[in-house]
C-alpha cells in the first residue's frame, strides 16, 4: 500500500553508475467500489544518474488528497557494470518531513546485471 506521503528510493550496489527511470500508475477503489486507475503514468525519476554504491530519491508524494492505494511501476535501468539496483517504497509518517534512511524502506523489486545493458521491470505493489 503507498501510505500518505511516500517517495520511490533507487539503490545502486553496481561498481559503476547506472540511470535509472521510475513511472507509476496508481489505483484506487471508487465510490461504487470499482477500481479506478490513474490516467497515465507518472514519472517519479527520470533518467537519473546515480554513482556507484549510492542512492537517489524522488520528491515526496502527498497522497492525502488523491488516496491511491496500489500501482503498478515501471523500473528502467541502464547499466555499464554487473550487480544488484534496487527500487524501494520510502513512506513517511510525519507530514513528508522526514523518510527512512536510503534503502531501508519497503523493497519493491531490483534488477539484478550479469552484463552491461538496459533491463525494465514492472513491479506491482498492493
Given at each position: 500500500?503507498?501510505?500518505?506521503?511516500?517517495?520511490?528510493?533507487?539503490?545502486?550496489?553496481?561498481g559503476?553508475?547506472?540511470?535509472?527511470?521510475?513511472?507509476?500508475?496508481?489505483?484506487?477503489?471508487?465510490?461504487?467500489?470499482?477500481?479506478?486507475?490513474?490516467?497515465?503514468p507518472?514519472?517519479?525519476?527520470?533518467?537519473?544518474?546515480?554513482?556507484?554504491?549510492?542512492?537517489?530519491?524522488s520528491?515526496?508524494?502527498?497522497?492525502?488528497?488523491?488516496?491511491?492505494?496500489?500501482?503498478?511501476?515501471?523500473?528502467?535501468?541502464?547499466?555499464?557494470?554487473?550487480?544488484?539496483?534496487?527500487?524501494?517504497?520510502?513512506?513517511?509518517?510525519?507530514g513528508?518531513?522526514?523518510?527512512?534512511?536510503?534503502?531501508?524502506?519497503?523493497?519493491?523489486?531490483?534488477?539484478?546485471?550479469t552484463?552491461?545493458?538496459?533491463?525494465?521491470?514492472?513491479?506491482n505493489?498492493?
Open positions: 500500500m503507498l501510505g500518505a506521503y511516500y517517495r520511490l528510493v533507487a539503490v545502486n550496489e553496481q559503476a553508475s547506472v540511470t535509472v527511470t521510475a513511472k507509476i500508475k496508481r489505483r484506487k477503489f471508487g465510490t461504487d467500489g470499482s477500481l479506478t486507475l490513474e490516467a497515465a507518472v514519472t517519479l525519476l527520470n533518467a537519473v544518474s546515480i554513482p556507484l554504491s549510492s542512492t537517489t530519491s520528491t515526496g508524494v502527498d497522497n492525502g488528497t488523491d488516496k491511491y492505494l496500489f500501482a503498478e511501476i515501471e523500473f528502467t535501468v541502464v547499466a555499464t557494470s554487473t550487480g544488484l539496483v534496487s527500487l524501494y517504497l520510502s513512506r513517511s509518517v510525519d513528508g518531513t522526514t523518510y527512512p534512511d536510503a534503502g531501508k524502506g519497503q523493497l519493491i523489486g531490483a534488477i539484478n546485471f552484463a552491461s545493458g538496459t533491463q525494465r521491470r514492472v513491479f505493489l498492493e
